[in-house]
T-cell receptor, first 114, second 112 residues
Framework: AQTVTQSQPEMSVQEAETVTLSCTYD???????LFWYKQPPSRQMILVIR??????QNATENRFSVNFQKAAKSFSLKISDSQLGDAAMYFC???????????FGKGITLSVRP | NAGVTQTPKFQVLKTGQSMTLQCAQD?????MSWYRQDPGMGLRLIHY???????DQGEVPNGYNVSRSTTEDFPLRLLSAAPSQTSVYFC???????????FGQGTRLTVV
């Protein structure tokens, strides 16, 4: 079975600084996708970034980028120039290319200090 | 474009009561799922559907039923509510395998 591990339950970052959220996963599949979702206090789940496993290039979306290390099964999220609105819970998630079922990590709560 | 609509947003049930959480999407997505979110547990898959008439169990299906009679709707039924089903429930839909999942706003359910 696939597993997703987020070992840090909480992190804090100073506004305008950079923070990296860690995620590791375990799978025997070769075709899969990885995601980072943000959940602000409103409870809404918002896609931050998506990575296709067959692509070597790391995905980026504005201030958000990933470090995808396929051999190490690591998928960390880097947030640059942190803003107060980045404060939220962040979930790492995985799905195979065979379906759309998501396996989530336990999440990490990110706080941003002004 | 409404996306994924879940109702109700909040619900309190007594132990043993039954209820249906509604989920509808207007994006013509084939894939729909139900997850529950518990503190420290992340989101866990309850049931899943790849199209009208096709459903499958996820990681935590006990105590829940689903059906998918149309592409748009994917209701989740609690047959006899138990305090262990106190949770936040999310419905999600996606266009294809591996594509972004769009989530509803969630239902906070409390069983007393």
């Amino acid at each position: 079975a696939q597993t997703v591990t987020q070992s840090q339950p909480e992190m804090s970052v100073q506004e305008a600084e950079t923070v990296t959220l860690s995620c590791t996963y375990d799978t025997s599949e070769s075709d899969y996708y990885l995601f980072w979702y943000k959940q602000p206090p409103s409870r809404q789940m918002i896609l931050v970034i998506r990575q296709e496993a067959y692509k070597q290039q790391n995905a980026t979306e504005n201030r958000f980028s990933v470090n995808f290390q396929k051999a190490a099964k690591s998928f960390s999220l880097k947030i640059s120039d942190s803003q107060l609105g980045d404060a939220a819970m962040y979930f790492c998630a995985y799905t195979t290319g065979a379906n759309s079922k998501l396996t989530f990590g336990k999440g990490i709560t990110l706080s941003v200090r002004p | 474009n409404a996306g994924v609509t879940q109702t109700p947003k909040f619900q309190v049930l007594k132990t043993g009561q039954s209820m249906t959480l509604q989920c509808a999407q207007d994006m013509n997505h084939e894939y729909m799922s139900w997850y529950r979110q518990d503190p420290g547990m992340g989101l866990r898959l309850i049931h899943y559907s790849v199209g009208a008439g096709i459903t499958d169990q996820g990681e935590v299906p006990n105590g829940y039923n689903v059906s998918r009679s149309t592409t748009e709707d994917f209701p989740l039924r609690l047959l006899s509510a138990a305090p262990s089903q106190t949770s936040v429930y999310f419905c999600a839909s996606s266009y294809s395998k591996g594509s972004e999942a769009f989530f509803g706003q969630g239902t906070r359910l409390t069983v007393v």
